[in-house]
T-cell receptor, first 115, second 113 residues
Framework: AQKITQTQPGMFVQEKEAVTLDCTYD???????LFWYKQPSSGEMIFLIY????DQQNATEGRYSLNFQKARKSANLVISASQLGDSAMYFC????????????WGAGTKLIIKP | GAGVSQTPSNKVTEKGKYVELRCDPI?????LYWYRQSLGQGPEFLIY????????DSGLPNDRFFAVRPEGSVSTLKIQRTERGDSAVYLC???????????FGAGSRLTVL
């Protein structure tokens, strides 16, 4: 079974609109962390936001927020007021368990912002 | 350095040849990771170093793959007898200590003909 599922292979969004990128995860470990990374065409993975499984509040970083719904095992990324520079691949990733250093990644969503 | 540096950025080789990919992490970062990203997929974990030692090499696909980090800084990923299926982008990342947020390099794109 897929540990990280990103169901949207591609999305087109009008500039200045908000966009939600979906991510569902599968783990039986009570301790885990969820990450979102952006990968522009240059190839470098850029960290956006992190949510720990025990965090009480949804994570926010500037225009990025994470809609964490633990019971549904979803960790959707919300980008407010999208900009042309937001066009990129977006990956959701999970680290399972204490002391585990591996990240498990989804297949990504290609986001294109239209002017 | 200011960021994670990977060389070469592109490598084209023939099937059966030996390849080395280099990663220079952020200065002071003790943890170093190698991931492999095939076309249209998310990265897959290969190996993790804490200092000079490989703390977790469970992601290396077979014994043709080997990685070293002799002085706890620069790391080299070595692939022997390359196969066409090894074609991918090899990503290196580092962090101040593990497990923390990773800073990635731009990757080394390997093409095996």
């Amino acid at each position: 079974a897929q540990k990280i599922t990103q169901t949207q292979p591609g999305m087109f969004v009008q500039e200045k609109e908000a966009v939600t990128l979906d991510c569902t995860y599968d783990t039986s470990d009570p301790s885990y962390g969820l990450f979102w990374y952006k990968q522009p065409s240059s190839g470098e993975m850029i960290f956006l936001i992190y949510q720990g499984s025990y965090d009480q509040q949804n994570a926010t970083e500037g225009r990025y927020s994470l809609n964490f719904q633990k019971a549904r095992k979803s960790a959707n990324l919300v980008i407010s007021a999208s900009q042309l520079g937001d066009s990129a691949m977006y990956f959701c990733a999970m680290r399972e368990g204490e002391g585990n250093y591996q990240l498990i990644w989804g297949a990504g969503t290609k986001l294109i912002i239209k002017p | 350095g200011a960021g994670v540096s990977q060389t070469p950025s592109n490598k084209v080789t023939e099937k059966g040849k030996y390849v080395e990919l280099r990663c220079d992490p952020i200065s002071g970062h003790t943890a170093l990771y190698w991931y492999r990203q095939s076309l249209g997929q998310g990265p897959e974990f290969l190996i993790y170093f804490q200092g000079t030692g490989a703390a977790d090499d469970s992601g290396l696909p077979n014994d043709r793959f080997f990685a070293v980090r002799p002085e706890g800084s620069v790391s080299t990923l070595k692939i022997q007898r390359t196969e066409r299926g090894d074609s991918a982008v090899y990503l290196c990342a580092s962090s101040l200590e593990a497990p923390n947020v990773l800073t990635f390099g731009a990757g080394s794109r390997l093409t095996v003909l």
